[in-house]
């Protein structure tokens, strides 16, 4: 089905600007009662109030990037960009440097890594949910989409409790596999593959093991950050669409909130808000000119209300 038909049949939602002034925006995440996103070429997470205040939550601007290569002491030649965002049970915060291919872990005052994903992941990392016990899975771009490469398939990883990693195998690769999310009661893990244009539903069981690999959704255009509702739904930001959508698991498109182009691409959502029915969306207009974004800061977030709710799916 094309963009056009999907978006047609699809009840629409209204959007609003809540605040602007910043660079490529992702990641967006609801913890304890407040808004958290990645200001991704500024080198930080921001915290954001109801009314549009700020404050910097996490600040990586001074940290110097590692070597790609395992072991060597030669700074890494890419900037800090954090990716996925997760709390774990005890409350410390682990994220995603995207190009160091680190899992680095905040406890309030020092930022460290966590976990070395280096000798696993074929190209920079994407993004992160962090289940109950503190496992948290890592999906992949597997190719640099910054230098023009092809795309190649790449493993989901993850990362256990004890702060091991391995890469999932048994569920074959992903076709660029982005946003990744847990459901509320842990028996599903779904992911979206930008490059495959689906949303792919994964059953877990004991110790997150991972089985059933099957199709949740084909989209009409490439998904990118995603978040689940309560009643069975999959929210997805698609930028380059004008759109983020509500898919369930026979395809449709249940619910369009448009955002206008010239204003941001739609590019990840998340349930929050009291209730957890608001859905906040990340919107960027330069992704691949991390010097133009930065000046430029025209990256913005919005809201939308749903009258569907987010519950204890993850993130």
């Known amino acids: 089905m094309e963009l056009a038909d999907s978006v047609a049949g699809a009840q629409p939602v209204t959007a609003r600007k809540i605040a602007t002034g910043y660079s490529w925006p992702e990641i967006p995440r609801w913890h304890e009662g407040s808004f958290y996103f990645s200001d991704m070429y500024n080198h930080r997470v921001l915290r954001l109030a109801e009314d549009g205040t700020e404050e910097v939550y996490l600040d990586a601007s001074d940290r110097k990037p590692l070597s790609p290569q395992p072991g060597s002491d030669a700074p890494g030649d890419t900037e800090v960009v954090l990716g996925g965002l997760g709390w774990l049970p005890d409350g410390r915060v682990l994220v995603v440097s995207m190009h160091e291919r680190l899992v680095l872990v905040w406890d309030g005052n020092r930022l460290e890594t966590y976990a070395d994903l280096r000798p696993l992941a074929i190209s920079s990392c994407n993004d992160m949910v962090v289940d109950a016990d503190g496992r948290a899975y890592v999906t992949q771009l597997g190719y640099d989409l910054f230098k023009g490469e092809e795309p190649r398939d790449s493993d ?39 490059g495959a244009n689906r949303i792919t539903v994964l059953d877990r069981g004991p110790g ?6 099957r199709t949740f959704a084909e ?3 490439l998904p990118d950050g995603i978040c689940l509702d309560d009643q069975g739904g999959v929210w997805a930001g698609m930028p380059g669409s004008g759109v983020v959508g509500r898919f369930v698991e026979d395809g449709r498109m249940t619910h369009a909130v448009s955002i206008p182009m010239t204003e941001g691409l739609g590019v990840a959502c998340v349930l929050g808000g009291p209730d957890r029915s608001t859905l906040y969306i990340c919107a960027g207009l330069e992704v691949f000119d991390w010097a133009k974004s930065r000046d430029e800061g025209l990256g913005s977030v919005w809201t939308a209300e749903t009258g569907f709710t987010g519950g204890a799916n993850r993130p």
């Open 156 to 194: 989901l990883i993850v990362v256990e409790p004890d702060g091991t990693a391995r890469t999932v195998t048994e569920i074959g690769p992903l076709t660029c596999g982005n946003g990744v999310t847990v459901t509320g009661d842990g028996t599903r893990l779904i992911v979206a593959e930008v």
């Open 208 to 213: 997150g093991a991972l089985t059933n690999r």
């Open 219 to 221: 989209t009409p255009w």
